[in-house]
């Protein structure tokens, strides 16, 4: 954002609080008018205590009468409204509060508390045990391979080999 843009979101937010606090400060006297009726308003059951008072002092001349002050009726009033009647407040049965047994209460007695089992003790190993031997493999040793000789090798043929004679015992 550039410095302009700056400027102009802030006039913007200073009009918008200008015109509110006058909004607020304009509905402030409407406020105070409405507290002010409202704590001068006379009280709607004065009227009937003021007539059903009895004078204190007994006149001595002239004994007079109170009479009610007429009113006023604007409009006839029927006797016949078109809804029902307002229904009864609910007011529920009392609750009767008897002597009930409670349940027996199970309080547990202090008992002692459980030993502790000790750690088996090293039982120490046999001894003269013979050990059986498990025998070990050893590797046999190559045969050596006779020492090359100079002698040649007689030349392949395709007659076989004489056979071998075992002598017998």
Do not use: H, K
Request: aromatic share 8%; proline share 25%.
């Amino acid at each position: 954002m550039s410095q302009s843009d700056i400027e102009i979101v802030e006039r913007r937010r200073t009009f918008i609080r200008v015109g509110l606090f006058f909004v607020i400060i304009g509905t402030m006297p409407f406020y105070l008018l409405g507290f002010i009726l409202w704590g001068t308003t006379p009280d709607p059951q004065a009227e009937t205590r003021i007539a059903t008072q009895t004078p204190q002092t007994t006149p001595i001349s002239n004994p007079t009468t109170t009479t009610p002050l007429p009113t006023l009726t604007l409009l006839p009033v029927s006797t016949l409204s078109p809804l029902g009647p307002t229904p009864g407040q609910f007011i529920p049965p009392p609750i009767i509060r008897t002597n009930t047994p409670l349940p027996p209460v199970f309080i547990p007695t202090s008992t002692t508390a459980p030993t502790l089992t000790p750690f088996p003790s090293a039982t120490p190993f046999p001894t003269n045990t013979n050990i059986p031997v498990i025998p070990t493999f050893t590797p046999i040793p190559p045969t050596p391979l006779p020492p090359p000789s100079d002698t040649p090798l007689p030349p392949p043929s395709d007659t076989p080999p004489p056979p071998e004679t075992t002598a017998s015992p």
